[in-house]
């Protein structure tokens, strides 16, 4: 079992989106796959209403129930953690708990210092366990300087980017609202980048 948590304390940053596609994708390909949702306003156990998600969803009701995740849920291949949309104990818990940290950021200066946080707790945790980290840029748009103060400010930070980000792109915004994902649609730019980006993922593991 091998647990991915989806960080960054500024809500908009994309968390939900992202957990929602790469869950299903680890899902369709034969994965056991279970998400546990931190944030208190509960967006992906709300998506899920209509009882769609090709995954199991479990609501964190606070910290404890975070740092039990490695016990109680260990007979899943993955695990799967929705951060919470406030810098909050449950983002620490996330991270002891961590195989793998993802910091979801947007090209926006504001979400970028957010994460900084992330990166503390990182730091702190590094002590006892160091635990693997990466940037995944979201709602990306072709706008050269932003991703570019974007990518320096990741540089500094020394820790890796993926090579593939999450396009803005509308299809994820109607599809959530439906209860559903991308892999119900025909589109296929944004079906690829979640591939593409779910196996970089699993990568890491090798
Ligand atoms: P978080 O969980 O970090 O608060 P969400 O996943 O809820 O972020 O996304 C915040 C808002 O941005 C939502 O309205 C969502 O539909 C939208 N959004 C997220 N990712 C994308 C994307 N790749 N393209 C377009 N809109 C996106
Ligand atoms: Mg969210």
């Known amino acids: 079992m091998r647990v991915i948590s989806f960080l960054n304390p500024k809500g908009g940053s994309g968390k939900t989106t992202a957990v929602i596609n790469v869950a299903t994708c680890l899902s369709r390909k034969g994965l056991n796959v279970a998400v546990v949702d931190t944030d208190p306003q509960m967006s992906l156990t709300n998506w899920n209403e209509s009882g769609k998600a090709q995954f199991d969803v479990y609501t964190a009701a606070s910290e404890k129930d975070v740092y039990e995740v490695r016990k109680g849920l260990k007979d899943y291949d993955y695990v799967v953690i929705d951060g919470a949309g406030s810098l909050s104990v449950i983002t620490s818990a996330a991270v002891m708990v961590s195989d793998l940290v993802i910091i979801s950021v947007t090209p926006s200066p504001?979400?970028?210092?957010?994460?900084?946080?992330?990166?503390?707790?990182?730091?702190?945790?590094?002590?006892?366990?160091?635990?693997?980290?990466?940037f995944l840029i979201n709602r990306k748009v072709n706008q050269a300087t932003m991703l570019r103060v974007l990518k320096d400010s990741i540089a500094n930070t020394g820790i890796k980017v993926f090579k593939t980000g999450i396009t803005q792109r509308q299809v994820y915004v109607k599809t959530i609202l439906d209860g559903e994902t991308v892999f119900e649609t025909s589109d296929s730019g944004a079906k690829g980048e979640i591939e593409v980006l779910t196996n970089e993922i699993l990568a890491t593991f090798e």
């Open 110 to 134: 504001l979400d970028f210092s957010a994460s900084g946080s992330v990166v503390t707790v990182l730091e702190a945790q590094a002590f006892n366990r160091p635990v693997d980290a990466r």
